[in-house]
């Protein structure tokens, strides 16, 4: 018996998956959603805190999605719901065994309970005064990625998401392929490590990312350490909101529910006579009819 799941057996698996996630109720949607928000919230802040005075700007963004990964790595292997990764639930909803209202519903609490964690960690660190380390430049620097995701465009924070959330969903998707943890971690790592390396847009790290920033705004030291100024303005609820998570929020849908969910249902779910065969001479899983 392998140790892996095969790309159908993959496809089987998130649908069943994405059924459970359905059912469950309202308080725990909320609650582990509440916990996905802040192992994400570690994440990021556990990759500003090792990256923030590296000079070297690809390096500093490797180092970054390596720290950052470990973030949904406590998600998938301790349990806990993620807006991003429930996304997927369009498979059940492709296959007609979820209704569109109890997906949109499961989005809601569970984005909901994500910022809730996201908030939360961005307090803690708040209250920490960590952000002062190294002389402020640790706050510094969050407050300059927080500047710098108000201040792209509508479109662009929205293309951002769609790359983004194309690559969390392929890393949930390589942990459910995985029958140990070794496997589950491995391929949850080099996805995620790619997203931030890339720069892309995840709105549940943006939701600590930009709290983080909203409230070392307000910390003048490290106001001072950013120069940025009167760019410091540029970041309101406003901006947060409309500028930012609404069309990140909008791009991570589209890049999980379509490039992986709608993608792999098509190929492995949608007919019935579609078959998984595995080719004598290469061992490899092929989509035919």
């Known amino acids: 018996m392998s140790n892996y799941c095969t790309p159908k057996e993959i496809t089987q698996n998130t649908l069943e998956i994405g059924l459970i996630k359905s059912k469950m109720d309202i308080t725990k949607m909320v609650l582990l959603g509440v916990l996905a928000g802040a192992y ?41 719901e993620l807006f991003t990764g429930n996304v997927l639930i369009t498979i059940g909803v492709l296959e007609r065994r979820v209704s569109v209202a109890t997906m949109l519903q499961n989005w809601f609490w569970v984005y909901g309970g994500n910022l809730v964690g996201s908030l ?72 995620i490590m790619l997203f931030v390396t890339s720069n892309f847009e995840h709105s549940v790290a943006n939701m ?49 529910a379509l490039f992986v969910g709608s993608y792999y249902w098509f190929c492995y779910l949608r007919n019935p006579n579609i078959a998984q065969i595995t080719a004598p001479d290469k061992n490899e899983t092929i989509c035919v009819k």
């Open 40 to 80: 994400i919230g570690f994440g990021a802040e556990g990759s500003t805190m090792a990256t923030h005075d590296i000079p070297i700007l690809g390096l500093s963004r490797f180092l970054g999605g390596a720290i950052f990964a470990t973030g949904l790595m406590m998600v998938i292997i301790c349990g806990a």
């Open 120 to 191: 939360l960690v961005a307090y803690f660190m708040y209250a920490s005064n960590l952000w002062s380390f190294n002389n402020s430049l640790h706050g510094a620097y969050v407050l300059k990625i927080a500047v710098g995701k108000v201040s792209l465009t509508f479109y662009e924070a929205f293309i951002r998401g769609i790359m983004c959330n194309w690559l969390v969903c392929l890393a949930v998707w390589m942990a459910y392929s995985a029958k140990d943890i070794a496997g589950k971690v491995l391929g949850i790592f080099f996805p």
């Open 208 to 256: 600590y990312y930009l709290a983080a920033g909203l409230l070392a705004k307000n910390v003048p030291a490290l106001a001072e350490a950013s120069h940025l100024g009167a760019k410091l303005n540029t970041l309101n609820l406003e901006t947060i909101l409309l500028g930012n998570l609404l069309p990140v929020t909008l791009g991570n849908i589209v890049g999980g």
